[in-house]
């Protein structure tokens, strides 16, 4: 079937320090995936992060970057120096381009925290 | 930003009765979703709404439940009668765009217990 996996929670990084979330996907029943980043920073509503809907492009969002691979079924969160205030729960989500009636897949959820 | 308003945040009930959950969508929005997510589970697509249907439903969306937006008002999320495996919490979303998926505004959720 149709899923998200992504990097378990909790995750503890640093300010300044390098961040990479994992996400892979399965999907068996969309010919024409979209894949999406979705954050929910304390206190407030799930807001899209960034999204990508070509394979092999990348989305960039306020300085975090995901690159859609097909090959490997993956699109990463990365960012190469966090802040505190990227302090967060991240959601990768699957999406159906054809389909398209705002049907999401997500993940768990990855919270992360940074140290000052 | 456009923001999606849900009431109440909390809600405790006992099983059997009836709870209706309201959302209050971005005003200029068409399209309107509910999700749903255990505690310690991935949220799950419950139902999109548009023109007054049911575009779209999974296989959570029991026959217990029930979704309307009378004129314009909440657009509401209703289970009747409840039962212990609906505790979760409930977020609905809106969006201008017919499916489109970037465009999903999301509201904070209103958790459900059921005694």
């Known amino acids: 079937g149709d899923s998200v996996t992504q990097t378990e929670g909790p995750v503890t990084v640093s300010e300044s320090e390098s961040l990479i979330i994992n996400c892979t996907y399965s999907?068996?029943?969309?010919?024409?995936?979209?894949l999406f980043w979705y954050v929910r920073y304390p206190g407030e509503g799930l807001q899209l992060l960034l999204k990508?809907?070509?394979?092999?492009q990348k989305g960039s969002s306020r300085g975090f970057e995901a690159t859609y691979n097909k090959e490997t079924t993956s699109f990463h969160l990365q960012k190469a120096s966090v802040q505190e205030s990227d302090s967060a729960v991240y959601y990768c989500a699957l999406g159906d381009m054809i389909y398209n009636q705002g049907k999401l897949i997500f993940g768990q959820g990855t919270k992360l925290s940074i140290k000052p | 930003g456009p923001k999606v308003l849900q009431i109440p945040s909390h809600q405790i009930i006992d099983m059997g009765q009836m709870v209706t959950l309201n959302c209050d969508p971005v005003?200029?929005?068409?399209?309107f979703y509910w999700y749903k997510q255990i505690l310690g589970q991935q949220m799950e697509f419950l139902v999109n709404?548009?023109?007054?249907?049911?575009?779209?439903k999974s296989k959570l969306f029991k026959d217990q439940f029930s979704v309307e937006r009378p004129d314009g008002s909440y657009f509401t999320l209703k289970i009747q009668p409840t039962a212990l495996e609906d505790s979760a919490v409930y977020f609905c979303?809106?969006?201008?765009?017919?499916?489109?998926?970037?465009?999903?505004?999301f509201g904070h959720g209103t958790k459900l217990s059921v005694l």
């Open positions: 990508v809907i070509t394979a092999g």
């Open positions: 979303a809106s969006s201008f765009y017919r499916g489109s998926n970037e465009r999903l505004f």
């Open positions: 999907a068996t029943s969309i010919a024409y995936p979209n």
């Open positions: 709404f548009y023109n007054g249907k049911v575009m779209e």
């Open positions: 005003s200029n929005h068409l399209y």
